[in-house]
Every structure is written in C-alpha cells, then in structure tokens.
C-alpha cells in the first residue's frame, strides 16, 4: 500500500505520467516476456545440470554387496504368490505376506483401517497393510527408513506390478543379515493404494483431532502395534515383472511438492551404475533415443509436462503423501521387458542392487535433506530449472495486475486531473465529487462479500453427504449429484450481475479489488504450488488485463464475453476434458468425444472433491473457494451491468 499512496509517483511524476499512457501495452508486453522467458527455459544456457549437494549419499556407489541368490529368492517368492493370487481374485493375501516376513525375522504386524465413503450413504471400506520393522543394530530406533510396495489384486483395472512386494520381501532377508544399518527399515505392503499409504502415515504420526473433527473425518486410521524412528525418507516400488525393460521414476507428490533434488539424482547416479536405463517420464521412445539426445523443443516439452502433472495436484504415487510429513521419497516403477527381446535383465538382480544402492546412501544420512533444492522443474534427466530461474515467469504475469491497480488507485484518489485525461490512452471514468467517490465502496465491498459466500457455499455444499443424497433419492449418480450441486452455485455466480447492479464508481471499485485480489491469488498459490499459479495467470491475465468496467458494445466487449464464458470453471472444465479425450481417443466422432467428455467432466469433479475431503488436496478448494468468487466480479466488469449515476463523467476516446 506504500506503493500505491508513494506522492513521487503520481501521474505528474515522469514515472506515472509514463505508467498512465502506456500501461496496457506494458502489460501485454510483460505477458509475452514471460511466455519468451519460459521458452528460454529449455536453452541450455538457462537451465543447470543436476550434482549431488549432500555428500553423505556416497557410499551406495560403492560396489554392492546383494548376490544372485537373493534374486533367485525373489523368483521362488513370485511363484508362490502366483499360487496365492489365484485364490486371493480380489483380495490381498495378508497371510502370506505376514508368513514371509516373520520367516525373514522381521518384527512383523498388520495394520487396519476403514474408509467411509463421503458419498456412499455410510458405505465403509476396510482395508489392511502389512508391515515388518528391522531394527537398527546400532541405534536405539531414533531414525527410520520406509520401503513400501503396493498390492493390486488380479481383479484391479490398473497394470499388474505383482512382482512388486517379491522384490521388497527379497531386499528385506538381504538387508537383515547385514549389521551395518544405523536407521530401522520399515518394509511396507500397502492395501488400496494411496488409501492404505495415507491410513498408514495417519497412524504413524498419530493425528491429534478433537472430537468435532473426528465426526466429519471419513478414515478412520486404526493404530500402529509398533512403530520406528522418525522417518528420515521413503522409497515406493512398483515392478511389473522381474526381468525389466527400464525404470520410471516418479516424483510428484500431493499438491505437487516434490522430493529434495538429491534424491532423484542419486537414483539416476545409482541406475546408470547398473546398466539400467532410467528416468523423469520414461517411456520406450525416450529410451530408444540416445542418451544424450536434447534440444531446446524436447526441454521444453519436458518442462510443460511437469507443470501440468504438478497442477491437479494429485500424486502419482504412493510415495507423494510422505510429502506433507517432510520426508523425502519417491516411486521406482519398474516396467517389464517386451517379449520380443532378449533376456536383459533377469531375476531383477540389477534392480536389486539398485535399492540397495539406494538404501545404504539413505542409511548414512546424519541429518534430513535440507541441501540441493525442493523447487525445481526437470529439463531433461541431467538437467533442471531451479526457482530461482523459472519464478520470474510468474511475476512477469502477476506485475501488469498491479500495474493496472495501481492506475485505477490514482483515478478513485482523483490525482489525474483535466490536464493529464489527454495522457490516458483509453476511456477511463473520472470522478466528479470526490467527497461521495468513497460511498460507493461499501455497494462494491457487499458485492464482493456476496461472491465469496458463493463459493464459500460451493465448497462447503459440495461436500455435505446430505445433499449428494438427496440429490441421488432421484435416480442421479454421485458424480451426476455433485456436479448438479456445483453448476447450481455457478449459474447463481453467473446471474449475480443481473440481480444486484452496482453504480459506475462501484463498478470501478469493484475491478482495482478484483485485479488486486487475483494478483495476491496468484502470489499465494505461486508459493504453494507453482505450475498451478502459472498456469492460471496464463489463462486469466488476458481477461484482467483487457477488461474495462465502462465498455461500450463492440468486438472487444463481445470477445471479452466470449473469452470470459470459456473461464467458467465448469465450461473451463468441459472444454479442458474434450481436447484431451479429443486427443487421445481420435478415433472418435465429434458427437461422441463430446458426450464421453460430459462423463468424464462429472468424473473429474467429483474425484477432486474426494481428493480433496480425504486427502487434503488444494485444487478442489482453489477453484470454488478463489477462482469462481473471481470469475464472478470479472464476469460482471464485462457484462457492465450498471446503474446510471450523475456523477460519473465516462471520457471518449478521443479526451477532452
């Protein structure tokens, strides 16, 4: 605000005099410098290459020590679990997990835990993980390492990584015959996927919540037999055969944190010592490209894939909820070699070696990762943008917002004078009576009240059980119930202009608020969640930027309406879901990719709104909470839906 009130930068002053004529193709001027700033991130000379910060994760380059016996082990342990799954269609063998591993000598228990479905009408999921603890020998179970694979039974949609807890029941007999360990490991079998990893971590650290909250909490997380020390990281396996073709390392988390760069470059120093190719999305046509293959395009694209895998929010593994506990992790997936090729790497023994790799660089930690970075976005495997490089590109959008408030700022305080209107290059209200301009804030201030209930309203009600279930009692789904109760609060968003009408100087009160109040938004989220922040002010600056509250009917009005429709969360939403369908069913009619996409829409909303109710996931909450009170007094600037008021003098293009 000392910005805004500064008397050396009014429009008398050069620098405002140059801020009040040019100020909208300033604005647009920084907006394409961010886009050339954020292409500029793909060029070698801005963007760094990955190095190991934390010289304690050392010793798992050594030479490993785990021989081919454990490998045969693990062949024998997927045979007998082929056994188990044909009579286990739908289940996990519990039983004989929990066999394996007291036959090990771990210190093994079971872990159960019930879900209550938000929507299910009391409906409950029960669920249970296995886990053994191998105590350090040299501590007294001060620190804590996790190793966790999940079980998908036979009947699940999702690819089959059967081969997954083989490997980690093989690793663990390797790792308790040796005296070295100086932090206890927890071996992990998670039930339900992120479910049972998130029912775990809750019990682990035991949430403290009052009984209020624990009537509205839906898992119930259950309670820990035994515990280790605190957990210093995590490392999530997904194998989908023993004899592998390459390793996708996934590192996204909840509300897209992400894990200490250290991390990730160890695994990729530790895989590259195997032979095993490995990386950030791999996928066969990177791995038949050469490793040393980059260009400015492929970095770019690997940049746009980050940031659109961080903004839902959602984590791609079971290791992203170890985020939110500041325990650094991530998830090995391991995909199978095709048949058609030769027997590369069998019985998983490089696999093997490569946690064990891992385990003994974890082990050796003195301290939590606080080295390296934690914000950064992959260029290629070797190479990363840190924050430092790519948060400009946010400022450079976010600056024009307040570039254009603080112009209507020295408009509503009456510091541009007849003199200067000749100054203004486009048509600018200009108060006459200044002593009753700052009446007309407390219409714009209710206004803004009005907005925020709303979506105040369209979070809390979408997750009210009651209202979902009423809204089934007439044959709708539950996807179909709340995405209903959702387009109710945005039809009543979008008729708000129609119902309440503000004065011209209210109007104009109404859009510094609104320019200010996206600004701040985007800051806040910025520092949450980058790619989402960005992402947004790619598409919502143009709208801020370009909106004038006094707009006569023209093109720039009809394509400000137009665009402004196309922001509507749920149109947003439709349209987003269409071109992907679009793109990855081409097959398809017109006809049909539009109606497959209304299913997936109403699918897409109601998984966010669990995401967010059992998870804690942001995107859910920003979009009703923030962006539709916004879209709101955005759609209403452009409607200019006013009352006539004498006092305001509305300037020509041409001022006199």
């Known amino acids: 605000m000392g910005l805004l009130s500064d008397p050396s930068l009014t429009p008398r002053h050069k620098f405002g005099k140059i801020l009040t004529k040019y100020h909208s193709k300033l604005g647009w001027l920084l907006y394409v410098a961010s886009i050339v700033w954020f292409g500029c991130l793909g060029h070698k000379d801005f963007n760094h290459g990955t190095y190991l910060s934390e010289n304690a994760l050392s ?67 029960h669920g249970k993980n296995v886990y053994g603890i191998l ?38 007999d390797f790792a308790r015959k040796k005296n070295y360990w100086a932090k206890d490991i927890i071996f992990l079998v998670t039930e339900q996927e992120q479910l049972g990893m998130h029912a775990f971590l809750e019990a682990y650290f035991n949430t403290e919540m009052d009984t209020d909250t624990k009537k509205n909490n839906f898992l119930n997380y259950g309670n820990l037999p035994a515990r280790a020390g605190s957990l210093q990281a995590a490392l999530n396996i997904e194998v989908q055969d023993l004899d592998i073709d390459y390793i996708d390392v996934k590192i996204e988390g909840l509300n897209g944190q992400l894990p200490n760069l250290d991390m990730f470059n160890l695994v990729q120093r530790i895989t590259a010592r195997e032979g095993i190719i490995s990386g950030y999305k791999q996928t066969p046509l990177k791995k038949r490209r050469s490793s040393h293959y980059t260009s400015v395009e492929s970095n770019i694209k690997n940049l746009l894939s980050m940031l659109l895998s961080q903004t839902t929010g959602v984590p791609n593994g079971n290791h992203g909820l170890f985020h939110r506990h500041r325990i650094e992790s991530l998830t090995l997936e391991a995909v199978k070699r095709p048949t058609t090729g030769s027997n590369r790497y069998n019985g998983g023994l490089p696999l093997l070696k490569t946690i064990e790799g891992i385990s003994r660089s974890l082990n050796n930690l003195l301290e939590r990762f606080h080295q390296s970075y934690f914000f950064y976005i992959l260029a290629q495997n070797d190479r990363f943008v840190s924050i430092g490089d790519y948060m400009p590109c946010l400022v450079l959008l976010v600056v024009p917002l307040f570039i254009k408030s603080f112009l209507m700022w020295l408009i509503a305080g009456g510091q541009i004078k007849d003199a200067d209107k000749e100054q203004v290059e486009e048509e600018v209200p200009f108060i006459k009576d200044k002593e009753n301009a700052e009446v007309y804030l407390v219409p714009a201030i209710l206004f803004i009240i009005y907005t925020c209930f709303i979506g105040y309203m369209c979070q809390q009600i979408l997750g009210l059980e009651l209202v979902v279930n009423s809204l089934s009692t007439y044959g709708l789904t539950t996807a179909q119930s709340v995405t209903v109760s959702m387009v109710l609060w945005v039809v009543l968003a979008i008729l708000l202009p129609f119902v309440y009408r503000l004065p011209v100087i209210a109007m104009h009160w109404l859009h510094l608020s609104s320019l200010v109040g996206l600004g701040t938004a985007l800051v806040v989220v910025g520092l949450l969640n980058f790619a989402l922040a960005f992402l947004i002010a790619l598409v919502c600056v143009p709208l801020a930027v370009g909106v004038k509250p006094n707009m006569q009917k023209g093109f720039r009005k009809s394509l400000l309406t137009f665009y402004c429709v196309l922001l509507n969360p749920i149109v947003f939403i439709y349209g987003l879901v269409c071109i992907l369908t679009l793109f990855q069913f081409p097959e398809l009619k017109i006809k049909d990719v539009a109606w497959r996409a209304v299913t997936a829409s109403m699918d897409a909303i109601t998984f966010s709104l669990t995401d967010n109710l059992i998870y804690n996931n942001w995107l859910c909450t920003i979009v009703t909470s923030v962006l539709l009170p916004l879209w709101c007094c955005f759609w209403t600037l452009v409607l200019n839906k006013t009352k006539n008021d004498p006092i305001v003098s509305i300037s020509n293009k041409k001022l006199d």
Do not use: C
Not at 139 to 159: D, K, M
């Open 59 to 125: 010793p798992g380059l050594v030479y490993p020590e785990i021989k081919q016996d454990s490998s045969r082990w693990a062949q024998q342990l997927m045979d007998e679990l082929k056994a188990e799954r044909d009579t286990h269609k739908s289940t996990t063998p519990h039983a004989w997990i929990a066999a394996k591993m007291k036959q090990i000598g771990l210190e093994t228990y079971v872990h159960n835990y019930t879900l209550r479905y938000p929507f299910g009408g009391g409906k409950e999921f």
């Open 135 to 172: 105590r350090a020998p040299r501590t007294s179970s001060t620190e804590g390492l996790v190793f966790s694979a999940p079980y998908r039974p036979p009947s699940s949609y999702h690819t089959d990584i059967a081969a997954s807890v083989p490997i980690l029941l093989a690793f663990a």
